[in-house]
């Protein structure tokens, strides 16, 4: 990975942004792209970093959009294209690999690795005490990232769980704060007294905040607790996935024609096809386009927009 590419990457983890990580892992020749060559997508469809020329990069962006909405990686084939037997971002009888007939390319084929990359479940834990503590070694060693606050901070937008283990001290306003950021799984730890308590105090909703914390495991220790919250927190984050739809959204199927941009921005990612050589491109700010008989018509290429603009109606439009 280069050291742009390198640097990138850790700012997204750092900013729990998704994106998928593009690196040619084999190239035909004639190629512009190596094995190597690597380029960060993010959900938007930007891309930064090479992964071949316009024609792949595009065929690259479409496909790592669909796999940040699906949440997998999968090896991706770009070939010359002929092949009108083969859908789009055809799926071949080989699990994990993707094969895209690629018109627009002058010649050899591409395989890219395109790597998923999603932030892990965020839980936000609140005391400097044995159970807390061990929250957080017991998270982070299931795939969790857990956050250990002292004292009070703002509850992250994104947390799927947030467990108070402060003991008294600053609850109220951090479960107030957690429930009414619509955190799925907010949690004190408290006896069953103490912890009716606080949430009367607090005055949250019936059973919006979990006391005590955790299932009934009859734990004792911090280890054993910490488990036991570990366990709501998995449930609640199945119970998340179920409800919603994970972002960002896969690109819409494709039109002929595609509206304008204003008029799909809110609609998730939207595909058009290329008149000229068929090719699927996104309907972006910047994308090549051509206005014809009250119609928008979008390009892989100037290439492919110089031949519609100078005969439309040979092409369809």
Partial sequence: MTATTEQRANELRAARSPFVLAVVVRAERPTSAKPGDRAIIRGDGTIEGFVGGSCAESTVRIQSLRQLASGESTLLRITPGGDATRPPGFVSDSPGLVVADNTCLSGGTIDVFLEVVMPAPLVQVYGDTPIARALVAVGGAAGYEVRLAAGPTTVPTDAL????????????????????????????????????????????????????????????????????????????????????????????????????????????????????CGMEVLVEPGALSFENAGRTWYFCAAGCRTAFAADPARWGG
């Avoid at 107030?176 to 005055?203: D, F, H, W």
């Avoid at 006391?211 to 488990?227: H, K, M, N, W, Y």
């Fill in 161 to 276: 769980a947030v467990v108070v283990a402060s003991h008294g001290h600053d609850e109220i306003g951090v479960l107030t704060s957690a429930v009414s950021a619509g955190v799925p799984y907010v949690a004190l730890v408290a006896s069953p007294k103490r912890g009716a308590a606080v949430l009367a105090e607090a005055g949250v909703p019936a059973g919006r905040v979990k006391t005590p914390a955790g299932l009934d495991l009859g734990a004792r220790t911090p280890g054993d607790v910490a488990v036991s919250i570990l366990a709501e927190v998995v449930a609640a984050r199945t119970a998340a996935m179920a409800e919603t739809v994970p972002p960002p959204r896969a690109p819409q199927p494709v039109v002929i024609g595609a509206p304008s941009y204003a008029e799909s921005v809110n609609k998730g990612p939207l595909l058009a096809v290329d008149p000229v």
